[in-house]
């Protein structure tokens, strides 16, 4: 066998080396080629019939009532996900296990007891209950809710368009039910996930769901016939006279993908779109169908993005913000330019003058946008840069409210401060004297005013002069006498 190697040398090191490339690319992505393999040998096409089936295997695995030393209940989703919260707090606290029986306080707050576990509806407490081991309760069951996730995850693939038709209510369950009776297909993947300690499961299916929806979407505008335009039309296209109404037909054809899928689903609101005939409750779109997708979306997102959950995803957030901000309008004029743009420039267009409440829709999400864009400039200064220009947006805009105004130019003065531009910081402050008559409370007849917004001015106005080296004027600014 030696002799063979000796002989085989070079062919056997050839080998080895071109197993160690392979690894060192493949391990890192073996996750994502399993899953390219696996939607190849199992594509998911639209089939709410095979959907419903999956639902349905989910829902009967959280709908057994299972026992705990001796008392049948149903299983408690909520309080695993609470126990999920208090592991991680306690883990980050650096608690030692002393502290993992919760406290007869904590026990009575959080319903940490057998005899609540029996009796969840009871709002009566006794000194006499005992405590649960969150974590010993969530080491029981927890195999329960990840199985289900599995299959609600699997029917959201067959069809995406059923996450928020709830079904109809079963009165016979009583007060006594689990969490996820008369919860929409998307709510029962956020409950399953909590419990199961895995949260990002449910942000990753609800980005997945709207991007299923859009290229579902996609394909039923590819199926559309193009509009045919008569001979005599196309001389005049040629010659470059051709009408207005036509102009705007060949911006819409020419823009980019994203804005021609949710310039259709807003479309879809006054004309529903029925992806499956057999099944027309849960196959058809509509735009606030897909607006209370994204809003559920971004309140989950927020939900992850807490002080105990920091970090972000800034692909997945921006696309979102994105999109809420293309939906905030009903009507917006998108000019002939606007093909060679992005999809977020054309997203940012403000409304049209006549569309009042739209407007202050689209700015107060802007403002929030520009917040998003400000925390993700630790990461990139280019997001700095753009959060500085939303704010100016949201300041120089008349459907933003006194406060938010004032606000987003302080914000604004922010981003000035991390790109060094401490002169145009000091002349956007100073601008700001005319505004401060009409917030502070001392020059309004309600005395109710933004007290912390003046603070917080006049803490940036102090920390520019110093940095100008206008020291003493920059201790003048919180004298009792000024």
Known sequence: MFSILREKKKLFLTLLFIW????????????????????????????????AKLQSKGDDLLSEKVEYRQIEHYLRTD????ACTRAFRLGKEGTDDIFRVPSWMEAKHQGWTMERLANPSETKFSTGEKPVDPFEYWKEFYQTPLEALDYYKRALNYNPFDGYNSPAPIASLGKDKPEIA???????????????????????????????IEELV???LKEAKPVSIPWWKRILNFFSFSCKADDEETVVEDLPKDIRIWKKIAES???????????PDTTTLTANKYKTLLLKTLELLRLRTDESHPSLSPEESVSLFTRVLYFSCSKRNIPAEAKYWGASAIAAIPC???????????????YRTAQLYYR????????RKKAGEMFEAVYQSAATDLGVRFEAKLMRVRCLLYESNFDQALKELDGLDTEVYTIDPNYRNDKSGY????????KLLQYVLRRKGRYEDADDIFDEKN
């Open 20 to 51: 160690t490339l392979a690894a060192i690319y493949i391990y890192p992505r073996r996750f994502q080629i399993l899953r390219s393999f696996a939607l190849w040998l199992e594509p998911p096409v639209l089939n709410p019939s095979l959907s």
């Open 79 to 82: 309080q695993m996900s609470r």
């Open 182 to 212: 008369g919860k929409s297909l998307l709510e029962k993947i956020r409950i399953s996930s909590f419990a199961s300690c895995r949260p990002e499961e449910a942000i990753l299916a609800h980005f997945q769901s709207i991007q299923r």
């Open 218 to 220: 996609f394909e039923k």
């Open 269 to 279: 609101q006054s004309e529903p779109v029925v992806f499956s005939p057999d099944y």
């Open 352 to 366: 049209e003058t006549t569309d009042t409440e739209g407007s202050k829709v689209f700015y107060s999400n802007l």
């Open 376 to 383: 993700l400039g630790e990461r990139d200064s280019n997001y």
């Open 451 to 458: 007290e912390d917004l003046i603070e917080d001015k006049k």
